[in-house]
């Protein structure tokens, strides 16, 4: 338990650092550009710009809607993913079968997609099935990963149990294999959502989201990107907060083994 409190600690801190980091090299960039410049805005101009957007109703309904687009993208994928995830994961034949699929999706350019639903569904829907498409083969390939990371011995097991195929996946499989499938979740979640922003930016959507609203702002004033950072600054928190539980739910799971 003090190993797993003390390198909690440790990377808790670690984690803290690189975000420092990361803002001391934002703000040397700026510097390099010249006081006052929006092409490359400085942390300070970007903060305040910020709360300039907070205190509008505006970014949270485009906060809201690109959370809704990805979770309805990100919800049908894990339906699907969790079917066929299941299936491949009790035959082997079957993720053999489905494997050339996920290569596709893994490989294909994102941008292709995002031209084709275009087409097919209208830019109101693109960025929903956007994130499906992203998020299927992480969250297919955490599924399976998880099912078969079982021991041998409770394989064993469970075929000699008399319980049915429901009782012993929900009581013995789902469980051994959620950390597995959780940790996917959470990292697909994470770009699932950028990728919701992207596919806005892209698709030209007039509806309200944050890539709809950093086109907005762009065509509003193309020489000043303070507005562009500050909500992508906005993005960067939420994905950042995505991340740290994704960082919390690992020690959690080994917290468990200590």
């Known amino acids: 338990m003090k190993k797993f409190i003390s390198a909690l600690k440790s990377n808790t801190a670690i984690y803290v650092y690189g975000i420092f980091f990361v803002f ?10 010249g006081r006052g ?44 993913a969790l079917f066929l995830g299941v299936l491949s994961g009790y035959c082997p034949k ?48 955490s599924i399976v990963g998880g099912l078969n990371s079982l021991n041998q011995e409770i394989k064993d097991a469970l075929r000699i149990d008399t319980g049915n195929f429901f009782d012993k996946f929900f009581r013995v499989r789902l469980p051994l294999s959620f950390p597995y499938i959780a940790v996917g979740i959470l990292s697909s979640l994470a770009l699932s959502f950028k990728t919701s922003i992207m596919a806005e930016i892209i698709s030209g959507n007039t509806d309200y989201g944050l890539g709809a609203a950093i086109r907005a702002y762009r065509n509003m004033d193309p020489t000043d990107l303070t507005p562009i950072f500050s909500v992508t600054l906005i993005a960067i928190v939420i994905v950042l907060i995505i991340d740290l539980s994704t960082m919390a739910l690992k020690y959690f799971f080994i917290k468990k083994q200590y």
């Not at 942390?43 to 957007?53: D, H």
């Not at 079957?94 to 031209?115: E, R, W």
Request: glycine residues 4%; charged residues 10%; hydrophobic residues 60%.
């Open 37 to 80: 410049n929006v092409v490359f805005p400085n942390p300070i101009e970007t903060f305040a710009k910020t709360g300039e957007l907070l205190s509008a109703p505006y970014i949270y309904k485009c906060i809201g809607w690109t959370l809704l687009r990805t979770l309805i993208g990100f919800g049908f994928s894990f339906i699907v």
């Open 24 to 33: 001391l090299v934002w703000w040397i960039i700026s510097l390099s550009q």
């Open 94 to 141: 079957a993720y053999t079968f489905f494997k050339p699929l996920v290569i596709v999706l893994k490989s294909a350019p994102t941008a292709a997609f995002i031209f084709l639903f275009l087409i097919l569904v209208g830019s109101r829907y693109a960025a929903i099935f956007i994130v499906f498409l992203v998020s299927f083969p992480i969250l297919y390939e």
